[in-house]
């Protein structure tokens, strides 16, 4: 079975500074999909980022990226100019590709990301 | 496209009590997920609808849980003989059946059993 961990409960950044997340997972397919959530307090989760395991390209959206590192089973979020807005908790997610094809995500245990002014 | 609604947003019950929840996806989603969340951790699989067909369901889903989805459209979630531990946010996705098929997330449904 597939688990995803993430060991930071909580973060800290200054506002304008950049912040990392950090996601490990385990897994024995080769293909598969990672993703970013945000959930804001008292609000919906929506996705930050995707990245496809096959491609060997980090995925960049804004200021969102990430640092996947297929061999080491590692997939971490850089946010980089920090807004107060992106205060949230932030969940790392796994989607395999090969077993049913249920498209059920396995999320992290999250990591809430507080935004200093 | 008004996004994933849920209802209701808050339910507080006395242990024992059946409960029903609502979901309604995105119009054109074929996929329907529930998830549970408990305080300070991440989602997790409940259950899985491809349009009207319940495709799998996790361990987590005991028998006092019931899910369906009648003509593919919205979606049920109920819980019978509630216990205190089944106090968690419960959160509906939808998606589209393609290779990468990005959930669109509800509000969810807190659930606080007394």
């Known amino acids: 079975a597939q688990t995803v961990t993430q060991s930071q409960p909580e973060m800290s950044v200054q506002e304008a500074e950049t912040v990392t997340l950090s996601c490990t997972y385990d897994?024995?397919?080769?293909?598969?999909?990672l993703f970013w959530y945000k959930q804001p307090p008292s609000r919906q989760m929506i996705l930050v980022i995707r990245?496809?395991?096959?491609?060997?390209q980090n995925a960049t959206e804004n200021r969102f990226s990430v640092n996947f590192q297929k061999a080491a089973k590692s997939f971490s979020l850089k946010i980089s100019d920090s807004q107060l807005g992106d205060a949230a908790m932030y969940f790392c997610?796994?989607?395999?590709?090969?077993?049913?094809?249920?498209?059920?995500?396995?999320f992290g245990q999250g990591t809430t990301l507080q935004v200093k002014p | 496209d008004t996004g994933v609604s849920q209802d209701p947003r808050h339910k507080i019950t006395k242990r024992g009590q059946n409960v029903t929840f609502r979901c309604d996806p995105i119009?054109?989603?074929?996929?329907l997920y529930w998830y549970r969340q408990t305080l300070g951790q991440g989602p997790e699989f409940l259950t899985y609808?491809?349009?009207?067909?319940?495709?799998?369901k996790s361990r987590l889903l005991s028998d006092r849980f019931s899910a369906e989805r009648p003509k593919g459209s919205f979606s049920t979630l109920e819980i019978q003989r509630t216990e205190q531990g089944d106090s968690a946010m419960y959160l509906c996705?939808?998606?589209?059946?393609?290779?990468?098929?990005?959930?669109?997330f509800g509000p969810g449904t807190r659930l606080t059993v007394l």
């Open positions: 996705a939808s998606s589209l059946f393609i290779p990468y098929n990005e959930q669109f």
């Open positions: 609808f491809q349009n009207e067909a319940q495709l799998e």
């Open positions: 990245q496809e395991a096959y491609k060997q």
């Open positions: 997610a796994y989607r395999s590709l090969t077993s049913s094809n249920t498209g059920k995500l396995i």
């Open positions: 897994t024995s397919e080769s293909d598969y999909y």
């Open positions: 119009s054109e989603h074929n996929r």
